[in-house]
């Protein structure tokens, strides 16, 4: 049975010992992970490794894990895909659900911290790719979580609009300060933004890197630990280390 | 398939000459008595004899009286075709207890029930409205509940993440989402409620088009026949126009995608 608690520690998520099958496979056996308040972990891991599995159980969407999850404050996610209700406008997308003094004000703020503030009466079927990720992203972070899932929230944008959106998010996180835990296939994303970065396989989290660098990075300096994760996600890098 | 269409959304001249072609032939047949009036009668004649009928008043009487039990007995159908798909949407429970009865009384075939009807409600008005309730609360019925389920359940998630409250997640989700197929249902109840009104209404009607018609046929008023025809065509034409203005206005959010 998984707990989820709301106590105070400095830890804004306390993962142990996660588990959960999933169509007679593993798919988490036993995670162990913690998010200091404000800390960015980034989460790597081979496609089908369980990433979006155990994000869903942090954001309290599965029922039948095992193990010990606790969340000190609210998490808010931004999946995958978008998911932007397609019957309610951009704006309303961002509102729906908002508690709370002005909620309609405060879409409207976020809306522009995503730079999408002339797009707020627009459907989201008319949004790009792009677009309609920043909208979701705008969505988690008008609840000014504690914690803040983000599960490949750049997958659908090109290296250009992958850019911005880093900057962004490392903007919106100095700003904001919740713990972040992003998942992502791309280990430089992971080395530019992150404080910490985790390797997720065969269930468990398997490797972790420190990444003890001022922002904004020079991906020159990221070659040694990029080589080291590689290594350990079982690519040969055809770097020197 | 729609048939082609200008952009004014007009049909094109060449689709309205063979309909004209033949209504031409028609009234040709009755005048050279190639077409006996009493089988058919002529076009100019049925012209004629609906201009007659709408200034006589007898028209406009037999209209409101359909009508009547049309708004009836559609209303009373709407109303319990989308009530009880929702009872049988939103809730496991609902679904056993109002889903079964209801996939049965699908079986029945509708117009078969006349009988019964008859002897439980008599040869008034209540048969009449009753068959017109069943007839449209069934297809809305179906398409409501299955639209209901078919929401994406990736959304629910989506309510889950927002903190949605369960009345909040009903009407921002669940019914916006079952909306087009409940559009789809409502054009198949119009479809079977004009259908049955028709039907009904030759259960001993003492007032209506539908007495109107059966008046004619007795005096072998064949124009008159035609014109009551004509009446239903205008009718089922207005209210399928009528659902597609409302689709247009309600499923805005789809225009994105389809233009
Ligand atoms: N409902 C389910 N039933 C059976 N298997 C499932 C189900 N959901 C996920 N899986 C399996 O669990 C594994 C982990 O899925 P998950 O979506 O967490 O992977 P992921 O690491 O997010 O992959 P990706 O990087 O491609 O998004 C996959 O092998 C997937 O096929
Ligand atoms: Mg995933």
Redesign the interface.
Known sequence: MAARTAELTEHVAEVRGLARELGGRQVLAGVDLAIRRGEFVALLGRSGSGKSTLL?AM???DNDVEGKIEISGT???A?Q?P?L?????VLANIG??LRGDVPLERARAALAEVGLDERADD????LSGGEAQRVSLA?ALV?EPALLLLDEPFSALDALTRISVHNLVLDLWVRHRPGVLLVTHDVDEALLLADRVLVLDDGRIVHETVVDLDRPRDRLDLTAPRASILDRLGVISEEPA | MRPVRHADGRPPIKRLLSPLALIAAWQLASVIGLLPEQLLAAPSAVAATGWDLVVSGTLPEALAVSLQRVVLGFTAGAVAGIGLALVAGLSKIGEHAVDPPIQMLRAVPLFGLIPLFILWFGIEETPKVVLLAIGVALPLYINTFAGIRGVDA??G????????RRA?LIR??VL??A?PQLLVGLRQSLGIGWLALIVAEQINASAGLGHMINDAREFLRTDVIVVGLLVYCVLGLLTDSLVRLLERRAL??????LS
């Open positions: 869903r954001a309290g969407l998490a808010a996610i999946f895909e998911r209700i397609p019957w309610k406008r729906l659900g459907w989201p079927l008319t969505r609840r | 990736k959304l998630e989506v309510a889950a993440v927002l903190k949605l909040e921002h989700i916006p989402g909306l805005t959010w789809r225009r994105g995608l």
